[in-house]
């Protein structure tokens, strides 16, 4: 015997049905959703990735620290641990310690003179005898990684440019052209620190 339903519970029942079509509606609306926070978070990740290249590309920055090249540990120098031979440092930001490798242009040459030593703008820009130039010379880009201690003089190891630190690195002899590029020196919290820009251009000078 066919069994009625009132038109209430009839109406209750069909309530309860899925609608035709609802479960793939559901299931695309999950996959698309699922899909744009991937998305995002794709393009988020992103742009952290290029902002932290950006800033280990950008030159050395006032109140930068500076650390050792060839260190096991990025360490902030203080002037006591630049010795009077020269050591390849890059700047790092001290706040979220970025270190600044992302251009070679960034590498600096650190020496320890004799303050009494120094001469004209040198002077000001030392930070207890500290001096920092840039380390490419302006040359050929080579690294001016050489030191005649008899003089105190760098020389690039590739050309023998020869350069005074003690007087804003002024050549003194070989093919170069142009001075290193001085950066300027402070102490802060005992440590070194950059105290402003680059003096003079970085790089290759044209020929």
């Known amino acids: ?20 079509g609802r479960a793939c509606v ?3 609306t999950r996959r698309s959703v699922v899909a744009l ?8 990740a992103s ?11 950008e030159r050395p920055q006032e109140g930068d620290q500076l650390v050792a090249i060839e260190a096991a540990e ?13 050591i390849l440092a890059w700047p790092r930001e001290p706040g979220s310690n970025l270190v600044r490798n992302g251009s070679r242009l960034n590498k600096i040459v650190l020496v320890r003179l004799d303050p009494a030593t120094l001469v004209g703008p040198t002077r000001e820009r030392a930070a207890e005898g500290v001096v920092a130039y840039s380390a490419i010379c302006p040359h050929a880009g080579c690294e001016v990684n050489g030191w005649i201690a008899e003089q105190r003089i760098f020389e690039c190891p590739c050309h023998d440019s020869r350069y005074d ?13 142009r001075a290193l ?14 105290a402003g820009p680059f003096a003079g251009r970085l790089g290759i000078a044209p020929a």
């Open 1 to 20: 015997m066919r069994r009625r339903y009132p038109i209430a519970e009839r109406e209750s029942v069909d309530a309860k049905a899925p609608l035709p």
């Open 26 to 28: 559901d299931q695309s």
């Open 37 to 44: 926070g991937a998305f995002i978070g794709l393009g988020f």
């Open 47 to 57: 742009g952290i990735t290029r902002v932290l290249a950006d800033s280990a590309d």
């Open 74 to 86: 990025f360490v902030a120098l203080s002037p006591g641990d630049v010795p009077a031979s020269p």
């Open 165 to 177: 630190p003690s007087n804003a690195a002024a050549i003194i002899d070989g093919p170069t052209t």
């Open 181 to 194: 590029a001085a950066l300027p020196l402070k102490i802060a919290d005992g440590k070194l620190a950059v």
